[in-house]
T-cell receptor, first 115, second 107 residues
Framework: GAVVSQHPSWVICKSGTSVKIECRSL??????MFWYRQFPKQSLMLMAT?????????EQGVEKDKFLINHASLTLSTLTVTSAHPEDSSFYIC???????????FGEGSWLTVV | RKEVEQDPGPFNVPEGATVAFNCTYS??????FFWYRQDCRKEPKLLMS???SGNEDGRFTAQLNRASQYISLLIRDSKLSDSATYLC????????FGKGTMLLVSP
């Protein structure tokens, strides 16, 4: 069964609205979760590292005010895409590690389409 | 900038064929290496880790050459169900993904 659960799997939203994606670790506590984005035929690109109880660390070129990350508990991290635009349409995936990196579990991913 | 390079393919092979994927990485300090499989519109799933001594899991063999910063994946006796995109993944401070190599196995 899934070790990391992501919700929703699919979401369509209107341009200008905000969308929240949840990432939950099941059966374990994740002090660190990661958020990735994958455009068609491209590799997964790390957007940010989500740290429980503190601010997320964003990769260069990722707008922290646009992609809000909240990691309020050891089992839940959320990514909110604010004021979404069609170019934000992508596959967003979260991941978590139990043993500091060598075992990575991915969520099922969330397809975001902004119309 | 850390990079992981793969031939995007697609590799079109018949069932039963042997196919090899290659991957190079730029950061010589990278610690761990993996091959992931990603089916269309799905999340990546770990296929196997890659060890310096080389490792085998059934029809899959992975090898690492640290001196050349090169990783390979060999798939023997290809099955239709092997059709997917294979991602080379390197871990240092973060995970860095290659763009993936698409494999299409035909009857």
């Amino acid at each position: 069964g899934a070790v990391v659960s992501q919700h929703p799997s699919w979401v369509i939203c209107k341009s200008g609205t905000s969308v929240k994606i949840e990432c939950r670790s099941l059966d374990f506590q994740a002090t660190t979760m990661f958020w990735y984005r994958q455009f068609p035929k491209q590799s997964l690109m790390l957007m940010a590292t989500s740290n429980e109880g503190s601010k997320a660390t964003y990769e260069q070129g990722v707008e922290k005010d646009k992609f809000l990350i909240n990691h309020a508990s050891l089992t839940l991290s959320t990514l909110t895409v604010t004021s979404a635009h069609p170019e934000d349409s992508s596959f967003y995936i979260c991941s978590a590690s139990i043993d500091s990196g060598n075992t990575i579990y991915f969520g099922e991913g969330s397809w975001l389409t902004v119309v | 900038r850390k990079e992981v390079e793969q031939d995007p393919g697609p590799f079109n092979v018949p069932e039963g064929a042997t196919v090899a994927f290659n991957c190079t990485y730029s950061n010589s300090a990278s610690q761990s290496f993996f091959w992931y499989r990603q089916d269309c519109r799905k999340e990546p799933k770990l296929l196997m880790s890659v060890y310096s001594s080389g490792n085998e899991d059934g029809r899959f063999t992975a090898q690492l050459n640290r001196a050349s910063q090169y990783i390979s994946l060999l798939i023997r006796d290809s099955k239709l169900s092997d059709s997917a995109t294979y991602l080379c993944v390197v871990l240092d401070s973060t995970l860095t993904f290659g763009k993936g190599t698409m494999l299409l196995v035909s009857p």
